[in-house]
């Protein structure tokens, strides 16, 4: 529950960008050809629907967060309070016990002048104000106000609530969910992490393994064959497909394992650099989609609306808003989080505006789409040098996008697993290896071990961590959290004293929506499964 202070803070454009990589992976290449058998019409809604849900959910998590952060505030006032009266009956009883107390007593009798005005005034304040004044007047200027909110009963913004120090998805759990609560975010949160980072490392490293070696025969397609098929043709079955694949995963693990055993902050050059060329990538495929529309015209003829593919874009888009399990991670370093919300809304529009924009070129320029987008760009003519290079960045796509977004990940399941077993209200107290390098370790490890010895089967994975999981984390968590936090709060500060970073759907209405929601989404992955 550190606070990032000084360096290790960002501006809040730089926190867009953490999020903005986060929620935009390779999901965004399923959805061009989701959006043809959907019909470009019900796309456009229900993908700008999903945004819409998505930014809801998670204004619920930066309020419960909020929330959470005026609970520690407040426990640790009490804990200051009940300190200082004690020290000060610890005082009275020590001063009645020394000799000679009388003349003592007859010399503070004597009160210097204006002592009468001044117990006058103090005698005015609510019972036991004057115990938390005294403790209080040692303090930085403006700490002992944090209370003032609840004693005058206004409705005016408290310093309670504030997004200063990170509290994970693990801690708010602890706060405000009862143990049946607790135990199934634990198991949802950390099944789809670990599911998360295992795609992830998997995805990259078979990216890294196809840009490497020469392409697979078509007679040769079967993954079972990676052991036998060569990497290179001429290598004769002795630097095989899979050789080059553990290869690139290590490769991965040593280049991204590294960044797990800091915060966030640390990524941040990182973060910047492959948003650069996530930009580039997304850029190049509008550009080379605009100019066959302009040349050859739509070739694809999508329909406006078509119900029966809306399983199949539910698949493709319910990865395409993901970033509620790590967002107290990435907003607690921001600057000027006052409005907080209103850049956060900009970064979904940017967001769907993306998603569209690749969606619809994509559509309309090509008469048949593959189900990975980059698959259309692979060139027919390898004379040309440019469109060569062009196959091959684009190719290193995925590797670019799970880049940035493998490290926050495992440092968000670094962050939960320590939040689960050790106190983090003092976690400085813990020995070295307990504090840095245990709960690392643990992070990268099994994801690492899954995807080196078990690379062909992680499918039954993806669809386990993936949808399902992805809901609870996405919706429900979010959900649950917000009412309980906002029951939790108004019962221990009172209604006066007002959140100023609570979400602008605070009516009941939304919390029924999003559980219905929820329903509907688990109907759409069982269709999608069945067909």
Request: aromatic content about 14%; proline content about 5%; some cysteine.
């Amino acid at each position: 529950m550190a606070v990032a202070e000084g360096d290790d803070q960002y501006s809040v454009w730089v926190g867009l960008i953490y999020i903005f990589n986060l929620i935009v992976g390779t999901g965004a290449l399923t959805l061009p050809a989701a959006f043809a058998r959907a019909g470009w019409g019900l796309s456009t809604i229900f993908l700008v629907f999903l945004a819409f849900m998505s930014f809801m959910n998670a204004t619920f998590i930066i309020e419960s967060m909020a929330c959470a952060n005026a609970v520690f505030k407040w426990k640790r006032l009490q804990y200051l309070k009940r300190n200082s009266m004690q020290d000060k009956k610890n005082s009275e009883q020590t001063t009645s016990k020394p000799p000679g107390y009388g003349e003592l007593k007859e010399q503070t009798t004597s009160k210097p002048p204006g002592y009468g005005e001044l117990k006058e005034q103090t005698t005015s304040k609510p019972p036991g104000y004057g115990e938390l004044e005294e403790q209080t007047t040692s303090k930085p200027h403006g700490y002992g106000e944090l209370e003032y909110p609840i004693l005058c009963g206004d409705s005016t913004p408290s310093s309670y609530y504030s997004l200063d120090k990170r509290i994970e998805l693990v801690e708010m759990a602890n706060l405000f969910l009862n143990k049946t609560g607790q135990t199934m975010l634990y198991c949802i949160l950390c099944v789809y992490l670990y599911g998360d980072l295992t795609i992830y490392s998997a995805a990259a490293s078979k990216s890294l393994m196809d840009a490497v070696c020469s392409k697979v025969p078509s007679n040769m397609i079967n993954i079972t064959d990676w052991d036998d098929i060569p990497c290179f043709h001429a290598s004769e079955g002795t630097f095989t497909r899979i050789d080059c694949y553990r290869m690139a995963l290590l490769t991965f693990f040593a280049a991204m394992g590294p960044f797990v055993f800091f915060n966030v902050q640390k990524t941040k050059y990182l973060q910047l650099f492959t948003s650069g060329m996530r930009w580039l990538a997304f850029v190049i495929m509008i550009s080379m989609a605009i100019h066959l529309l302009i040349k050859y015209g739509p070739q694809g003829k999508p329909p406006a609306f078509d119900i029966t593919g809306m399983p199949t874009l539910f698949g493709a888009c319910v990865y395409s808003f993901m970033c509620h399990h790590s967002l107290p991670g990435l907003i607690s370093p921001i600057r000027g989080k006052s409005h907080l919300g209103l850049h956060l809304s900009l970064d979904y529009m940017l967001i769907s505006i993306f998603y569209l924009l690749l969606a619809f070129t994509g559509a309309f320029a090509f008469a048949n789409l593959n189900d990975l987008y980059t698959l259309n760009f692979v060139p027919t003519d390898n004379e040309n040098v440019f469109l060569e290079i062009v196959e091959y960045f684009l190719a290193l796509f995925p590797v670019f996008t799970l880049s940035t977004s493998f490290p926050i990940i495992a440092i968000t399941l670094r962050n939960n697993l320590q939040s689960l077993f050790l106190d983090t209200s003092r976690l400085e107290s813990y020995n070295f290896v307990v504090r840095k390098l245990i709960f690392p370790i643990v992070a990268v490890v099994p994801p690492l071990l899954v995807t080196y010895y078990f690379p062909e089967d992680i499918s039954g994975l993806i669809e386990l961590s993936g949808p399902y999981a992805g809901i609870w984390i996405q919706y429900l968590i979010p959900t649950f959290l917000v009412r309980s936090a906002r029951r939790h709060c108004a019962n221990l500060l009172g209604l006066g004293v007002v959140n100023k970073y609570k979400s602008p759907f605070s009516n009941i209405s939304w919390t029924v929506f999003v559980l219905l929601w929820s329903f509907i989404c688990l109907i759409l992955l069982v269709l999608n499964r069945t067909e």
